[in-house]
């Protein structure tokens, strides 16, 4: 057997940039997605020898030319990570439809879009691995999130419907919630927010994207195919689920 093949949307920056650059070590052939900055994408093309594509994962016809032009390349995509996401803070009474809408159709939709596009080649080949990026706040909800805790409460049902829909197939799909990472998105809370943030974590520090890629090759490994539906907390103990 060749390389399998890897699509890591939001993957040349933060969380999904250090996912890239493990499953490329691991020796799977990646394909890292991402939506607007050309010049940091270029700079992670470079510099890790990964492959990157450009397109709108809130697209359902953009992830499905995407997807095809990628397994046409490279094969059968055998593995997916859905870590894409934004956010657009602020609170219910202030928050505008679009506000509502782009959170929910970059972290949610997406999931369905690029799940959708390559879940016919898992099932032919009866192997995936699917991960889902959530959120600490989707599991406890967040003042000033209500767009961004929805779609990754979302993220945590979907998970377990497509696992119970594909197990027979060799497809296992799991989810990741992370807690606060230090990623440009996490840089971007005010000083005084943050240390409040870090305050209420018990390890006292935010998380590394490494952390989140080590749980991401644990779930995508040949071994792991016992474990799907099921939702891997990564927050420093912040938020501790039973």
Not at 72 to 82: D, E, P, Q, R
Not at 172 to 201: C, F, H, S, W
Request: proline share 2%; charged share 20%.
């Amino acid at each position: 057997m060749g390389k399998r093949t890897a699509i890591v949307t939001g993957g040349t920056r933060g969380i999904g940039e250090e996912i890239s650059k493990q499953l490329s070590k691991q020796g799977y052939q990646v394909v890292a997605n991402y939506a607007s900055n050309d010049e940091r994408a270029k700079q992670f093309e470079q510099s890790s020898g990964i492959p990157v594509m450009k397109w709108d994962v809130s697209s359902f016809e953009e992830c499905q030319k995407h997807a095809a032009e990628i397994q046409a390349k490279y094969g059968t995509v055998s593995v997916l990570i859905n870590n894409a996401g934004i956010t657009r803070d602020t609170t219910m009474q202030r928050m505008s439809y679009d506000q509502w809408r782009d959170v929910i159709m970059t972290n949610l939709d997406s999931c369905f879009n690029m799940s959708r596009a390559v879940i016919d080649g898992m099932r032919g080949q009866k192997f995936g691995r699917i991960v889902n990026i959530g959120s600490v706040n989707g599991q406890m909800g967040q003042y000033g999130q209500v767009n961004y805790a929805a779609a990754k409460s979302g993220i945590h049902g979907f998970t377990k419907a497509l696992a119970q829909e594909n197990a027979k197939k060799g497809i296992t799909v799991n989810a990741i919630a992370p807690g606060y990472v230090d990623t440009d998105m996490v840089r971007a809370v005010p000083e005084d927010v943050l240390a409040k943030i870090i305050q209420r974590i018990p390890i006292g520090r935010l998380g590394k994207a490494s952390d989140i890629a080590r749980a991401v090759l644990f779930l995508t490994a040949d071994d792991a195919e016992f474990i799907t539906g099921a939702t891997l907390t990564i927050n420093g103990g912040q938020y501790m689920t039973s």
